[in-house]
T-cell receptor, first 113, second 114 residues
Framework: GAGVSQSPSNKVTEKGKDVELRCDPI?????LYWYRQRLGQGLEFLIYFQGNSAPDKSGLPSDRFSAERTGESVSTLTIQRTQQEDSAVYLC???????????FGPGTRLTVT | AQSVTQPDIHITVSEGASLELRCNYSYGATPYLFWYVQSPGQGLQLLLK??????LVQGIKGFEAEFKRSQSSFNLRKPSVHWSDAAEYFC????????????FGKGTTLSVSS
């Protein structure tokens, strides 16, 4: 079946602009995660959605970052007033249950100029 | 503090040689351990996972890993490396409870020489 998809694959934006990144999880997966991967670094957890529960936003680095998910479908990560330090690959993962292994999308490479 | 350490940033092995990638973790709860591989421009692919039971786990592509609780390690091994194994490898740890994101190491880049 189809894996996790993300769009766009690449995004170049000017400093100060807002961006929206999209994630389509695997159908039926109740859990969805967003991670950030800076060059030469591991993955940093940003936010977690599980079904209709309140999301775990503990990893969001600032109030410029927000994410939404409707039910168990698509999620959007929004970064407002982008800064150069936001340049990274943003990875989305979904899981069939809260405790299962995570399946990753190909990521969105964000470059802030 | 919870953390994952991959001591080797970059490793080069000859094709056909054996491979061991090191991973050490610090975690307050019973760990749930993973190895992922990331090829250039690709997302992460799960190689194998450990939660409980046999401490030697088999994964895809001929990889295996051994969990050693006393050493807080989960090293990845492969007896004979192929050129296509060149990629970045990430070790990750999580807890077996709802809502826990994985904690990743910084990764080890594997190069394979002919």
């Amino acid at each position: 079946g189809a894996g996790v998809s993300q769009s766009p694959s690449n995004k170049v934006t000017e400093k100060g602009k807002d961006v929206e990144l999209r994630c389509d999880p695997i159908s039926g997966h109740t859990a969805l995660y967003w991670y950030r991967q800076r060059l030469g670094q591991g993955l940093e957890f940003l936010i977690y959605f599980q079904g209709n529960s309140a999301p775990d936003k503990s990893g969001l680095p600032s109030d410029r970052f927000s994410a939404e998910r409707t039910g168990e479908s698509v999620s959007t990560l929004t970064i407002q007033r982008t800064q150069q330090e936001d340049s990274a690959v943003y990875l989305c993962a979904s899981s069939p249950q809260a405790l299962g292994e995570q399946y990753f999308g190909p990521g969105t490479r964000l470059t802030v100029t | 503090a919870q953390s994952v350490t991959q001591p080797d940033i970059h490793i080069t092995v000859s094709e056909g040689a054996s491979l061991e990638l090191r991973c050490n973790y610090s975690y307050g709860a019973t760990p749930y351990l993973f190895w992922y591989v990331q090829s250039p421009g690709q997302g992460l692919q799960l190689l194998l996972k450990y939660f409980s039971g046999d401490t030697l786990v088999q994964g895809i592509k001929g990889f295996e890993a051994e969990f050693k609780r006393s050493q807080s390690s989960f090293n990845l091994r492969k007896p004979s490396v192929h050129w296509s194994d060149a990629a970045e490898y990430f070790c990750a740890v999580g807890a077996f409870r709802a809502g826990t994101a994985l904690i990743f190491g910084k990764g080890t880049t594997l190069s394979v020489s002919s």
